[in-house]
């Protein structure tokens, strides 16, 4: 692998987990929907790290979250729930950031955050056993 790509793999699984450590603090000081926000970042960071192994990326998320199910998730190399919890992630910060009145309930945030966690983990395993395995 290129140094550059490891690098690059490195440096955006890095701001995955700033992200998720931010949603959690977030969380315990009580601002859910900026902590929603950060979870659903430390999810999108984790996914363009592992679609760098492809040189893959895009400026929109909707690009993001196609190419991973397109190369991860239909080849079977991830989990379907894999997906759902991008996806629902993606759903529920746009609805906390842009929806007038939405009110960011404490176990959806908790939920979202314990997702971003297992997310991050699977993340990781599945680059290091494609580094691995090179």
Do not use: C, P, W
């Amino acid at each position: 692998m290129q140094h550059e790509i490891s690098e690059l793999i490195k440096y955006r699984l890095e701001k995955a987990k700033e992200d998720y450590k931010s949603a959690k603090l977030l969380l315990e000081n009580k601002h859910y929907a900026q902590a929603l926000n950060r979870s659903y970042y430390s999810i999108f960071h984790a996914t363009r790290a592992l679609l760098a192994i492809d040189n893959l990326d895009s400026k929109r998320h909707s690009g993001i979250i196609g190419y991973f199910n397109k190369y991860y998730i239909a080849t079977g190399k991830i989990e379907k729930e894999y997906y759902k919890i991008l996806v629902g992630s993606q759903r529920v910060r746009e609805r906390s950031d842009y929806d007038d009145f939405y009110v960011v309930v404490v176990e959806e945030v908790a939920l979202q955050i314990k997702n971003a966690e297992l997310f991050i983990k699977k993340i990781e395993s599945v680059i290091s056993d494609i580094i691995n395995s090179q």
